[in-house]
């Protein structure tokens, strides 16, 4: 059975600080890996999704890495802003359709 | 593109009735997954659909939920008998039949029983 947790739990840092928040999963065997961005009482934003085959995407700021074989993805945050502060949680898709979600880094940026 | 919608965004039931969350997946998406959020955890799985077809519920409790994906109109997940313990927030994805990228999340339903 796939478990996903991701560390810390919560993290509070200054605005401008580079991050990194860690996700880790227990079976290799994932088709993809995403990571999303979820504000108080609103729905989820997707930010990167990485195949199985790929080692890295980037959109801005962003960089989300995976290594399977160690089963660990992060996802880097370059330069943060107080809008940048959210729940951020990554999830991995294996052999069905269905997403296993961890259960989130609430990240606070303080200006 | 209006995007995957969800509606009512806020549904506040006594216990023992009946709460009916809507999602009308985005255009062209023939896919409908649910997922609920309980407070201070992570989103767990709960059904996969499609037009007419549930294909994956293993994620639904035994008794008291339902769900469905007509030929017309939005899936439909059905609570009956609502207890304090179904408040949560419930999301809907969708997905077209191909699924290379993720599916698309709507804003969710926040259920709250009193």
């Known amino acids: 059975k796939q478990e996903v947790t991701q560390i810390p739990a919560a993290l509070s840092v200054p605005e401008g600080e580079n991050l990194v928040l860690n996700c880790s999963f227990t079976?290799?065997?994932?088709?993809?890996l995403q990571w999303f961005r979820q504000d108080p009482g609103k729905g989820l934003t997707s930010l990167l999704l990485i195949q199985s085959s790929q080692r890295e995407q980037t959109s801005g700021r962003l960089n989300a890495s995976l290594d399977k074989s160690s089963g660990r993805s992060t996802l880097y945050i370059a330069a943060s802003q107080p809008g940048d502060s959210a729940t951020y949680l990554c999830a991995n898709k294996g052999g069905s359709e269905k997403l296993v979600f961890g259960k989130g880094t609430k990240l606070t940026v303080n200006p | 593109n209006a995007g995957v919608m969800q509606n009512p965004r806020h549904l506040v039931r006594r216990r023992g009735q009946e709460a009916r969350l809507r999602c009308s997946p985005m255009?062209?998406?023939?896919?409908v997954y649910w997922y609920r959020q309980l407070p201070e955890e992570g989103l767990k799985f709960m059904v996969y659909l499609q037009k007419e077809n549930i294909i994956d519920e293993s994620g639904m409790p035994k008794e008291r939920f339902s769900a469905e994906f007509p030929k017309e109109g939005p899936s439909i997940l059905r609570i009956q008998q609502v207890v304090r313990g179904d408040s949560a927030a419930y999301f809907c994805a969708s997905s077209p039949l191909v699924l290379r990228e993720g599916p698309i999340f709507g804003p969710g339903t926040r259920l709250t029983v009193l």
């Open positions: 255009k062209g998406h023939s896919h």
């Open positions: 079976d290799s065997a994932i088709y993809n």
